[in-house]
């Protein structure tokens, strides 16, 4: 089967060189590229367009385990409103094989992250598992044994929400064959 792909591979940088795209892969190969005109949706990993992204926000998602009492069988969504966690839902887990009714569940959190904030320790899945374990405490939230449940963080997702792009050349520096869509 072919590809339709001009560059099947995963690329690390596109470079605007001498009025054509190079591209760089991970393994780097270097491909070059003639075109009339250049879509740009993403600006990552992309270097001398001629614009840069301007980035207001993230959208973090923390995935959570739950590795003692995840058999809630029932479906539990939070809401605080005093901090950057926006949102906290109890999931139907798929690590149990034997989960068919639903029974077992994890975490997700949806989180709203400034530019500003989102390397800073105050942000970070750590304290994001510290404020899950105090908001259970706080809403009763347990084992059918009456015992605390406990989270192990399994993975953070982290989406650009909130941003635009703004040229950094002007005039006719600026190529007019390529065309933002951000």
């Given amino acids: 089967m072919k590809s339709l792909l001009p560059i099947p591979f995963e690329v690390q940088t596109l470079v605007l060189e001498n009025k054509q795209l190079k591209i760089i892969t991970r393994g780097n190969t270097k491909v070059l590229i003639n ?54 839902e109890f999931v139907t887990s798929n690590r149990i094989d034997r989960n068919s009714k639903g029974d077992f569940k994890d975490i997700i959190t949806t989180s709203l992250i400034g530019v500003e904030d989102i390397k800073n320790f105050d942000y970070s899945d750590t304290v994001v598992r510290i404020f899950l374990e105090r908001k259970f405490r706080e809403l009763k939230i347990k084992q059918h044994n009456g015992r605390n449940l406990k989270i192990r963080h399994s993975f953070r997702r982290i989406i650009k929400n909130a941003f635009k792009t703004r040229p950094i050349l002007e005039g006719d520096e600026l190529d007019e064959r390529i065309i933002i869509h951000a």
């Fill in 35 to 88: 075109f009339k005109t250049l879509h740009v949706f993403d600006l990552e990993n992309a270097v001398n367009l001629g614009f840069e992204e301007v980035i207001d926000n993230y959208l973090v998602y923390d995935m959570f385990d739950i590795t003692a009492g995840s058999r809630l069988g029932r479906d539990i969504i939070i809401k605080p409103n005093d901090t950057f966690v926006k949102l906290v």
